[in-house]
Antibody
């Protein structure tokens, strides 16, 4: 059974940075396209970005609100997905989930506030 | 446009059938996925590729597609089905989009 566990969330000031991790197990991680999805308080699900498998060129793509500030990367040897978030804004406050669609982590909370 | 539109809310009595629609131009070419999310929990996939059900999802959840509209049908609704439901689609490059979500109330 696929499992995904996010970590790294916390409280950060506007303009600050944070790096989220997602440890995965139970599926062929290296062949998977992996996504980050976030949910602001009281709001719906918002796709943040995805990274392809290395065999499919390994590139990342991002939603417009985070493009240029967030970077998705992966370490297939450790079956871990990352989300580097820079120049954080108050609108980035949300629960951040890693997912392959059929499986989701429990989420990690990011709060951007002064 | 690439947006997906869902009704904000649907209400149904226990034992009745709930139908939640999702519309968008992209759905004419791409598969739809449905998720259920209960308060303070992660989403759970209910339907993939328009109408397929992952193992462990009850048969009362079903999906259908027609043109630019997809539908999630929940037959014999139970109190535990009260939740938010989201449709989602993706293009061939793995760019996802979600509908705004539908809150299902079981009266």
């Amino acid at each position: 059974e696929a499992q995904m566990v996010e970590s790294g969330g916390g409280l950060v000031k506007p303009g600050g940075s944070l790096r989220l991790s997602c440890a995965a197990s139970g599926f062929n991680f290296s062949d998977a396209w992996l996504s980050w999805v976030r949910q602001a308080p009281g709001r719906g699900l918002e796709w943040v970005g995805r990274i392809k498998s290395k065999t499919d060129d390994g590139t990342a793509a991002y939603a417009a609100p985070v493009k240029g500030r967030f970077t998705i990367s992966r370490d297939d040897s450790k079956e871990t997905l990352f989300l580097q978030m820079n120049n954080l804004k108050t609108d980035d406050t949300a629960v951040y989930y890693c997912t392959i669609g059929g499986s989701w982590g429990q989420g990690t909370v990011v709060t951007v506030s002064s | 446009s690439y947006g997906l539109t869902q009704p904000p809310s649907v209400s149904v009595s226990p034992g009745q059938t709930a139908r939640i629609t999702c519309s968008g131009d992209a759905l004419a070419k791409q598969y739809a996925y449905w998720y259920q999310q209960k308060p303070r929990q992660a989403p759970v996939m209910l339907i993939f590729r328009d109408s397929e059900r992952p193992s462990g999802i009850p048969e009362r959840f079903s999906g259908s597609s027609s043109g630019t509209t997809v539908m999630l049908t929940i037959t014999a609704v139970q109190a535990e089905d009260e939740a938010d439901y989201y449709c989602q689609s993706a293009d061939n490059s793995g760019i996802w989009v979600f509908g705004g979500g539908t809150n299902l109330t079981v009266l």
